[in-house]
Each structure stands twice: as C-alpha cells, then as structure tokens.
C-alpha cells in the first residue's frame, strides 16, 4: 500500500464547476502536505501546500487538512480548462522526501 | 524568480552507457532532491543532499551515485544504464526541509 492514496480518476468537470481532488496518507507523523500540478510531459508545480488543520485558500484553490482523519483535499472553484492536469497529493515528514500520491487526471470541459 | 535549473533537458543513451545529470538549485537553497518518474507513473524519491551532505536515500539503484557539490548544485551519475532507466528525472530544491521546487527535468532515452 502507498504511502500517500489518492482518488484515482479521471475526472471530468465541466467549465465553471467545482473539482474535488482527496488524498489520505499513513504515517501520522507527516507535517507538510502539498499539491502539485502537472502537465504531460512538464514538472511539478507547486498549487498548495498546507500544515495546520483546517482550510487555506489561493484564490481559486482551496486545501483542507484533517491530521486525525489524516486526510487532505484541494478544491478548485470555477473549473478552466487551463487546469487540465494531473493533480499529486505529496506528504513531508519534515525530512528529506516528499511521497507522492499516484495524481489524479482532471479534464474541463469547455 | 529564478527556478531549478537542470541539464540536458533531453538525453539519449545506449544500454550499458553512462550518463551524467546536472542540477542548479534556486540561489540560496541548500538542499537538493532528485527524483525519477516512469511514464505513468509518480516521481520516485531517489536521494536528497543537504548542506553538501547526503541527508535521504530513496530507492535508487547501486549503479546510481550523486554528489552535492560547494556551490551546491548537485549531479546524478548512472551506470550501465538499462532500459528500464528510461525516464523523466526531476531535481528539486528547498531552503532546508521546506517546500520543494522541481526543475523542468531530464528526459532519458535509453535504447
């Protein structure tokens, strides 16, 4: 089982909607949880990262961290189609490595 | 902003070759990470260097060594390369354990 889990896709949303991307990891002692975007072919962006419990916002996207559910999501509000990408979920202990989800592909619809 | 500098940005090796990967992190980071992602598939960690010494080690082969070098950049050497190296390699760099920023990456051919 990996480390880190995520909702495997793919998803398809249509321009304007909500996309709801989840992740869960194992190891309770991880401090740091990021959200990267990738395009095909391209490195990862960074879009969120979070530490603390509870939700935080840049504009569009939206993570929330739950540690005792050891759960984490990121919203994306107002879908474009710009944001067709593969979306990981990546876990820091505060160590060395970041673990990485296996993505989830999002589409919009135009 | 300057980012993770990386090069080549496209390699092309025959089986049993070596190859040789660079990676510049952004100015003022100490710590550098890299990573392998198969098609598919999510990056791998393989190894991580902090203050010029190694700090991780992830799954990467024992035909793979890297350095972290005095104006730390870092380079990732791999031996007797396989098929199965064939890849996309991201470096990545942080000021200590904080966020992480990936270069653009190394594509590997190996035929």
């Known amino acids: 089982q990996k480390e880190v889990e995520q909702n495997s896709g793919p998803l398809s949303v249509p321009e304007g909607a909500i996309a709801s991307l989840n992740c869960t990891y194992s190891?309770?002692?991880?401090?740091?949880f990021f959200w990267y975007r990738q395009y095909s072919g391209k490195s990862p962006e960074l879009i969120m990262s979070?530490?603390?419990?509870g939700d935080k916002e840049d504009g569009r996207f939206t993570a929330q961290l739950n540690k005792a559910s050891q759960y984490v999501s990121l919203l994306i509000r107002d879908s474009q189609p710009s944001d067709s990408a593969t979306y990981l979920c990546?876990?820091?202990?505060?160590?060395?490595?970041?673990?990485f989800g296996a993505g989830t592909t999002v589409t919009v619809r135009a | 902003a300057a980012g993770v500098i990386q090069s080549p940005r496209h390699l092309i090796k025959e089986k049993r070759e070596t190859a040789t990967l660079k990676c510049y992190p952004i100015p003022r980071h100490d710590t550098v990470y890299w990573y392998q992602q198969g098609p598919g598939q999510d990056p791998q960690f393989l190894i991580s260097?902090?203050?010029?010494?190694?700090?991780d080690k992830g799954s990467i082969p024992d035909r793979f060594s890297a350095q972290q070098f005095s104006d730390y950049h870092s380079e990732l050497n791999m031996s007797s390369l396989e098929l199965g190296d064939s890849a996309l390699y991201f470096c990545?760099?942080?000021?200590?354990?904080?966020?992480?920023?990936f270069g653009p990456g190394t594509r590997l051919t190996v035929l």
């Open positions: 260097f902090y203050e010029k010494m190694q700090s």
């Open positions: 990546a876990v820091n202990r505060h160590d060395y490595k970041l673990s």
């Open positions: 990545a760099s942080s000021l200590g354990t904080d966020t992480q920023y």
């Open positions: 979070i530490y603390s419990n």
């Open positions: 190891d309770r002692g991880s401090q740091s």
